[in-house]
Each structure stands twice: as structure tokens, then as C-alpha cells.
């Protein structure tokens, strides 16, 4: 009997996807709290790149941008290879699960740029709300949406309601809010160590006062009401949570 090739690959999908659940069971907690780290750091490298081609991605006198999900890959990894030392483009001696959630989020990024791409490449308009926070919300929803692994960007004061804190997220952004600037990274085991919490903070910097700056409640360009931000104040965090041994 001739199985049809679509069943063949919904097999092979589920073999591959109760591989990795059972390659998680078996990883460490220091593992997991290293790769909770990197996928932060791999969310914020797309961040970065999103925010570093802003000029070009507005540019109303352009057409076609050159801002393509390979470009958005090739730059990506070079920023994330900057931040950590450790080459997505090669072999790396990152636990299987990790380098796979991590290829995972790669391409969840590159699905995001890709369907931006009609709106970023139309000539004529000017700003077209293609930031780092949009793009890091999507390609977060994107990721967590086929993972065991919630990764999500949060803020006190939400303009999507779909980044609104949770219980845990409110508690320790509010800590945040009163100490001074740090990238350290607030983690921790809770549920009696059922669950990994981790989250690392985002502040502002003097391009996002543009929109989330002074005077504080008169419109941006989106059409949000200004937070009042000044630069170096806190502005949210990427967070990621991971159950021990997967879902």
C-alpha cells in the first residue's frame, strides 16, 4: 500500500515534534535557563535589526526596499553571533532542543518580515508601523503559537492588549520600575520548580521618544497618545516561560 506523501510528512512532523519533547524531558535546568536566555537574546537581535533599518524601511521615496526576509536573516545572525559568540550558521555545541527552538524563532521572524513585505516596499507612504515592538510582538505570538515555550513581549502600559502582563509579568515590571537601569536578567523556578520565568528588560532609547515621549498624551504618528517616556525609563521586557519536560 502507497501511503500519500501528505501523511507521510504529518508523520514525520509528529515523530520529529515527540523527539524534541523527549529530548526536553531530559535537559537539564541550567540547560533550560540557557535557553531561555538565548531566545530573549535572539528576539531582541531582531529587535535591533528591525530598528536599524527603520530609515530605509520608511523611506516613502522607495519602492522595493531590499529589506527581504534574507536580508533580515543574514543580519539577524550576525547580531545575534555579536551578542553571544555562538554562530546559528554553522555547528554549535548548543543542546539539539535549543538549537532547534532557536531555528524555530529564525524562521517564525522571517515569516513575519515576509509578510510585512507589501507594506514595507509601498512607495509614497512614509511611516508604516513596522518597529521593533510589532515585530517582536508577532514573531513572539508566531514562535510561541508552535512551541511548548510562551515567548512575549510585555509592558506596564500595553498599546496591544494581547502584550498586557500576566500576574507574575505586573509583579516583577513594577519591581523594575523602581530600580535603576540593568540588562540582568529577573529568573526564576516557580510552582516547585514546575516552571521556568524569565524575564529581561526593555528601556527606551532615544528613537523610541518619537512615539512613546514627551509631550505626555498628544498623538504619535500611529495615533497612540504619547507615554510621556524619557530615555533610559523603562519600557517593558521580552519574557519566557518554559514548563519542566515540556508540555
Known amino acids: 500500500m502507497v501511503?500519500?506523501?501528505?501523511?507521510?510528512?504529518?508523520?514525520?512532523?509528529?515523530?520529529?515534534?515527540?523527539?524534541?519533547?523527549s529530548s526536553w524531558a531530559q535537559i537539564s535546568q541550567k540547560e533550560t535557563e540557557r535557553a531561555a536566555e538565548l531566545l530573549a537574546t535572539f528576539l531582541n537581535a531582531g529587535r535591533v535589526i528591525v530598528e536599524r533599518n527603520q530609515s530605509v524601511i520608511n523611506d516613502p521615496g522607495k519602492g522595493d526596499?531590499?529589506?527581504t526576509p534574507?536580508?533580515?536573516?543574514?543580519?539577524?545572525?550576525?547580531?545575534?553571533?555579536?551578542?553571544?559568540?555562538?554562530?546559528?550558521?554553522?555547528?554549535?555545541?548548543?543542546?539539539?532542543?535549543?538549537?532547534?527552538?532557536?531555528?524555530?524563532?529564525?524562521?517564525?521572524?522571517?515569516?513575519?518580515?515576509?509578510?510585512a513585505q507589501f507594506v514595507i516596499n509601498q512607495r509614497g507612504i512614509g511611516y508604516k508601523n513596522f518597529i521593533p515592538a510589532t515585530f517582536g510582538s508577532q514573531?513572539?505570538?508566531?514562535?510561541?503559537?508552535?512551541?511548548?515555550?510562551?515567548l512575549k513581549q510585555t509592558t506596564l502600559n500595553p498599546r496591544n492588549a494581547k502584550n498586557a502582563p500576566d500576574a507574575y509579568e505586573e509583579h516583577i515590571l513594577k519591581r523594575l520600575a523602581t530600580q535603576p537601569a540593568s540588562?540582568?536578567?529577573?529568573?526564576e523556578w516557580i510552582e516547585e520548580g514546575q516552571t521556568l520565568r524569565m524575564l529581561i528588560p526593555i528601556y527606551y532609547s532615544h528613537?523610541?521618544?518619537?512615539?512613546?515621549?514627551?509631550?505626555?498624551?498628544?498623538?504619535?504618528?500611529?495615533?497612540?497618545?504619547?507615554?510621556?517616556?524619557?530615555?533610559?525609563?523603562?519600557?517593558?521586557?521580552?519574557?519566557?516561560?518554559?514548563?519542566?519536560?515540556?508540555?
Open 3 to 21: 501511503i500519500p506523501s501528505k501523511i507521510v510528512l504529518v508523520l514525520i512532523f509528529m515523530l520529529a515534534l515527540f523527539s524534541a519533547q
Open 70 to 115: 534574507e536580508v533580515f536573516e543574514q543580519q539577524v545572525l550576525e547580531e545575534f553571533f555579536r551578542q553571544t559568540d555562538i554562530d546559528l550558521r554553522g555547528t554549535s555545541s548548543l543542546p539539539t532542543i535549543t538549537q532547534g527552538l532557536l531555528t524555530r524563532l529564525l524562521h517564525a521572524s522571517k515569516e513575519v518580515v515576509a509578510d
Open 65 to 67: 526596499k531590499g529589506f
Open 207 to 247: 528613537d523610541c521618544l518619537a512615539c512613546h515621549g514627551h509631550p505626555k498624551g498628544i498623538l504619535d504618528i500611529s495615533g497612540y497618545p504619547r507615554e510621556g517616556a524619557r530615555e533610559g525609563d523603562l519600557a517593558g521586557a521580552i519574557s519566557v516561560q518554559i514548563p519542566a519536560g515540556g508540555p
Open 183 to 187: 540588562s540582568t536578567s529577573i529568573m
Open 139 to 150: 514573531a513572539a505570538r508566531k514562535f510561541s503559537n508552535r512551541s511548548h515555550v510562551t
